[in-house]
């Protein structure tokens, strides 16, 4: 490897762990921002290469804004602390039946919502709720983590890492339905049996009768039905085989101006609720990345793939997209992913196996996905602590049944 190659992956490794730990509180786009200019400043990367690669997530953060806009919507309106009350009136005092149906609430919002969603705005409402009814609240603070991963690959818009990895090879929906319907079923199914059985002991404890739930008042039934219409919108996107980012834009858009006529508030309040630093932190994240395949390591990686057989390419993708998204985090391997799918040329399977690793290993560690990262935050600010090593614990419980099994399947019917 070159002096340059080598320079160019110290700058990565060293903007990653930043993103990761954030060096004086500074936000992780901050970080991501530093490390694409310092690769352009270094001419490591031309600026016309960084400018293309920039460009090159046009889709993806068209996406991101029109999920956002749903997402801080609905938060804004209740609609997450309305469905969290919702569950627990319906768990009866049943601890195991609350577990059950937050479970089921987090697999509803991360598919049509994203995974995002799940860790940001579910979790403080789930926090809110287990402390009414008094029931321990890590258990299903849990379920928040490892839900907005599992579930993440059920449909293309359920994490924005799925458009990272496919990009402009995006399958319409009936290919994805075909390649994935399956191996989510198994992963979700194996996540919910393997968080049942670690905290069976904390749901034998009866509840507190739970708070009445209020009536859908007509923003919030306006902010249900913009989440309805958005993943509509999108499932229909989605199987005629188009791009999702502008569809994804306008109906948040759409979404975002029904409500706010029928509040007749401003849009300041929106607009500053929206984490505007997701999309400066993805297109830092586009430029290393096209700094490390210009290394040559990513096409020795390609080489590598095409001389494996079938079946080997789509174990050692899937297994290593997801160690490598715990060591580096999803976002950076999932670019890595798609670029490597392209450059060697990787089957439908393979591919599919590579997502399927990018979105589920996250399950593993906290620093695995910035779903986890949201997720952890979320945590802390309600003063509950979770260290690394104690998720790690539980990880390695739940992820590795649930990766096999979600690989098996692929390999199996692909």
Partial sequence: MSLSHAVIWLIAAATTMA??????????????????????????VPAGQAGAAILEGTDVYLFLIGMMLVAEVARQEGLFDWLAVAAANHAAGSARRLFDLVFLVGTVVTVLLSNDATAVVLTPAVYAVT???????????????????AASFVLPISNPANLVVFGDRMPALAPWLAHFALP?????????????????????QPLKPSPALPPMALPLRMAALGVAVTAGTLLVTSALGHRLGLPTLVAGCVSAALVLAVTRSSPLRLVKG??????????????????????????DLA???????ADAALWAGGVGAA????????????LMAGSLARMADLSGSATA???????????????????TLLWLLAVRREGMHVSALSFLRLGLVVMPPALVLALGALHVFS
């Fill in 19 to 44: 993103i990761l730990f954030r060096p004086w509180r500074l936000p992780e786009y901050v970080w991501a921002c530093v490390g694409a200019i310092a690769l352009v400043a270094l001419g490591l």
């Fill in 131 to 149: 402390r009414v009814v008094g029931a321990p609240p890590l258990p299903y603070l849990y379920v928040c983590a490892f839900i907005a991963n």
């Fill in 184 to 204: 989510s079923a198994l992963a979700i199914g194996s996540t919910y049996v393997t968080l049942r059985l670690v905290f069976r002991h904390d749901l034998r």
């Fill in 274 to 299: 929206v984490a505007w630093g997701v999309l400066p932190l993805v297109a830092g994240l586009f430029v290393l990345v096209q700094g490390m395949a210009a290394s040559g390591v990513l096409q």
């Fill in 303 to 309: 080489d590598a793939m095409r001389g494996l057989s």
């Fill in 323 to 334: 160690l490598a998204g715990n060591v580096i985090n999803n976002l950076p391997a999932g």
């Fill in 353 to 371: 196996a590579l997502l399927i690793g990018i979105d589920l290993g996250p399950n593993l560690s906290v620093s695995g996905s910035l779903a």
